[in-house]
């Protein structure tokens, strides 16, 4: 038995459950859940090898033998909180323990408040994260923090979770921006410090473009506070060309949303939003990203065009708005291969088949 523990049943989530099960005719994987939404969105197979553990005696009664029984457990993201005291205890039970990288897991400390509870969680997780042998993440510098911060011994396994939501049936769509009209953006992914919604505001505002600018700015999940902090600093910046966007769409709908941006800034530092950037590249935006962010490298590796965010803080007037008719093709075409089916079998077979 192989075990999947996820601490939420958002897209991401459920999309991999439905994915793994699909690759599982024997039916070894098992998924828990320690939240639950009735409307889950797994298929029914996935449904059937899903178990529900919400509570502290699930936690320590049911959950503990399978932790014992598995021969793997596979965390898709980590936890915080207090549940964080009985991954200390239970960390020991397990036999392999891999850890998928969502992308908050590794750098969680880097943002969290200086306080006396963040600094006992971050040692609880170092006692956690030593026991973890394998680390599945396609962007090599998470592998290298996570190993230099946490366990020297981890070994590498190289591959992302399949994007939620059928990218490869949007419509390849690279419209070219008309010179001196205005210019919609698309800033960030989630109400989290990491996407530096700040910073990006006040540079936007100060820009030779500010005037001709919306921006579209998704605060649906994260911190509440955080986004109601971002909400009110791009209005008093932007007035009404300020689009907090409060309300959760679906993969679908939100994929059919950022059709008619013209260009996207995120402008993290670390790994996140791959699956917002994955689709605006696919149907052929031009996407800005932070030049010490980890994955501005990895598209390059991957023969990809993306900007560099200090184009558009430093750029003037003639901020490049559209990819080329060739660039936006080039970029099509790679996503096409790295979301496809036969690149997900090829990426995580061996990993749920065991083969390391």
């Known amino acids: 038995m192989v075990l999947h523990v996820f601490s939420n049943m958002r897209n991401y989530p459920v999309a991999f459950a439905n994915f793994a099960s699909s690759l599982d005719p024997e039916r070894n994987h098992r998924f828990i859940f320690r939240s639950w939404d009735a409307n889950h969105g797994l298929s029914e197979e996935a449904l059937s090898r899903s178990i529900k553990i919400t509570s502290k005696k699930e936690l320590l009664f049911k959950l503990t033998p399978m932790l014992k029984q598995a021969e793997r457990v596979f965390f898709h993201s980590f936890t915080i909180g207090i549940a964080l005291f009985y991954w200390v205890y239970a960390i020991r039970k397990i036999r392999s323990a891999w850890l998928v990288v969502y992308g908050t897991e590794i750098y969680w400390y880097r ?26 993440t396609t962007i090599r510098e998470d592998y290298n923090l996570f190993r230099s911060s946490y366990a020297p011994g981890v070994v590498h396994v190289d591959a992302f979770v399949p994007i939620p939501g059928n990218i490869t049936g949007l419509k390849f769509n690279p419209a070219p921006h008309t010179p ?55 209005q008093k910046l932007f007035s009404t060309r300020f689009h907090g966007m409060m309300e959760f769409l679906p993969p679908e709908q939100y994929y059919e949303f950022l059709g008619h941006i013209d260009l996207a800034m995120m402008n993290h530092d670390r790994q996140q939003a791959l699956g917002n950037i994955f689709a605006l590249l696919y149907i052929g935006k031009k996407v800005y990203i932070r030049d010490d962010n980890p994955i501005f490298t990895w ?33 099509h075409r790679v996503m096409e291969e790295l979301l496809s089916e036969s690149n997900y079998q090829r990426m995580w077979l061996p990993i749920l088949e065991g083969h390391d």
């Open 180 to 234: 001196g009209t205005g210019i919609s953006i698309l800033l960030g992914n989630s109400a989290t410090p990491s996407n530096y919604h700040q910073d990006a505001l006040e540079k936007l505002s100060r820009s030779p473009i500010a005037e001709r600018i919306s921006i579209y700015c998704p605060l649906s999940y994260g911190d509440p506070q955080y986004a109601e902090e971002v909400s009110r600093l791009g």
């Open 299 to 331: 598209f390059g590796e991957q023969e990809m065009v993306v900007g560099n965010v200090r184009e558009i803080f430093e750029g003037g007037t003639h901020i490049p708005v559209s990819l080329t008719p060739e660039e936006a093709l080039k970029n």
């Open 111 to 136: 943002y969290a408040a200086p306080s006396a509870w963040n600094r006992i969680q971050e040692r609880m997780r170092r006692i956690i994260f030593r026991r973890i042998g394998h680390i599945v």
